[in-house]
């Protein structure tokens, strides 16, 4: 008996464990090359580098972090510390559209001349407007810099960095398994005058029964007694 109910409840807990892999939300991430095609004031100049992108759960959205693993374009002058300003747009695909901007800090030292200027991570927020399979692929990256843009466009159509399994706001159905009561309909049991009416009448034909059986039985009682 032992044995049984321990590997009943064995069982259940593998059940319990696979419902919760079941209801977890899908992700996937992937650290894609990205070939930036750059417009900077000096002329046109292009780099590689991989992106990661990262998305962790916030109240109702994502928090998103895009990440450089290797520098992009470079300046011909040194730019001092908090000279550089980048910000990107990360493109949402699968059951959404549009794009997330994403922003970061300052450069935190300076960064020579004519070297690669390594981009800190951008961060944004990403609420979701759909439900389902949302993708989330590296956009322009737009570096500001003592007073001049550049601009870095994906010229190699990147894949997407991250797949989310997401849910809108308001937008989640009701469970499947809900309890429903009647015919099939989801109405409640009814009651009103026409239930009280019937157990009443019920009540009352089990009280008359009751008389009449009593009296019967009185009426059998008073014979033998006469005999």
């Not at 032992?2 to 064995?10: F, G, I, N």
């Not at 870095?152 to 960095?161: A, V």
């Not at 009647?182 to 026409?194: A, N, V």
Request: with cysteine.
């Amino acid at each position: 008996m032992y044995q049984k109910r321990t590997a009943a409840l064995a069982f259940a807990a593998a059940l319990a464990g696979s419902a919760v892999l079941m209801a977890a939300p899908a992700a996937q991430a992937d650290v894609v090359d990205v070939n930036y095609q750059c417009k900077t004031p000096i002329g046109d100049k292009s780099a590689v580098s991989p992106i990661d992108i990262k998305g962790v759960k916030s109240g109702s959205g994502y928090q998103l972090t895009m990440s450089f693993q290797k520098g992009v374009s470079s300046s011909p002058v040194e730019l001092g510390k908090g000279a550089m300003n980048p910000s990107a747009v990360i493109k949402l695909g699968g059951a959404e559209s549009g794009t997330v901007a994403v922003k970061g800090p300052a450069n935190a030292a300076a960064i020579p001349a004519n070297t690669p200027i390594k981009i800190s991570d951008l961060t944004g927020t990403y609420t979701p407007g759909k439900s389902g399979k949302v993708t989330f692929t590296a956009g322009v990256l737009t570096i500001k810099a003592l007073g001049t843009t550049t601009t870095c466009t994906p010229g190699n159509s990147p894949k997407p960095s991250l797949t989310l399994d997401v849910t809108a706001a308001g937008g989640g159905s009701a469970p499947s398994d809900q309890a429903q009561t009647g015919s099939g309909s989801g109405e409640l049991p009814q009651t009103g005058p026409e239930d009280s009416a019937i157990a009443l009448g019920t009540l009352g034909g089990t009280v008359l029964l009751a008389g009449a059986a009593g009296a019967l039985w009185l009426t059998r009682r008073h014979q033998a007694v006469r005999r």
